[in-house]
């Protein structure tokens, strides 16, 4: 067993095999990992937001799907992880909160995850599963030795995809 990387909200972090890289909470948030399943390095990133264009005070790149996934990739890739060779897993993007009419706030988490794919897409990074969107939190684990990921909720039995 290798240790256990902790990533927090609006973070992001690389991981070598035998470590296993977390981040716990994700609401509306998304969990991006990327994986080569041949150096097996990877790299999970705890996005909280869809695009940092929007933003003016936006110092934090983790924190937005469009940056945040462009830094991952650096870092993987800087870790000796081929970009050619990359996949992608996502998680996370739940609606949490019932919100009356066509407002923005209660639907964070489905633009999180749509912007996570446009972004991967854009990269050319395939993306080979993912678990997203209906209405609880979800605490991700991606084990960097099998490139597994994953997926704990309340309640449920854990999900790996």
Do not use: Q, W
Request: proline residues 2%.
């Amino acid at each position: 067993m290798g240790e256990v990387i902790k990533v927090g909200m609006a973070d992001l972090n690389v991981c070598k095999n035998p470590d296993i890289i977390t981040t716990l909470g994700l609401g509306s948030c998304i969990g991006i990992a990327l994986y080569d399943p041949v150096t097996k390095i990877g790299g999970l990133a705890h996005i909280m937001l869809p695009d940092s264009t929007k933003m003016r005070n936006n110092s934090n790149i983790a924190k937005f799907a469009d940056t945040g996934i462009e830094e991952l990739l650096k870092r993987v890739i800087k870790e000796g992880a081929s970009k050619t060779r990359l996949v992608a897993k996502i998680a996370g993007g739940a609606k949490m909160f019932e919100v009356s009419g066509l407002s923005d706030i209660g639907n964070v988490g489905l633009r999180n995850a749509e912007a996570s794919k446009a972004k991967l897409k854009e990269l050319g990074i395939r993306l080979v599963a993912e678990d997203t969107g209906l209405n609880y939190g979800r605490t991700v684990e991606l084990h960097c030795d099998t490139g597994e990921y994953y997926i704990k909720s309340v309640g449920k039995p854990i999900k790996i995809i």
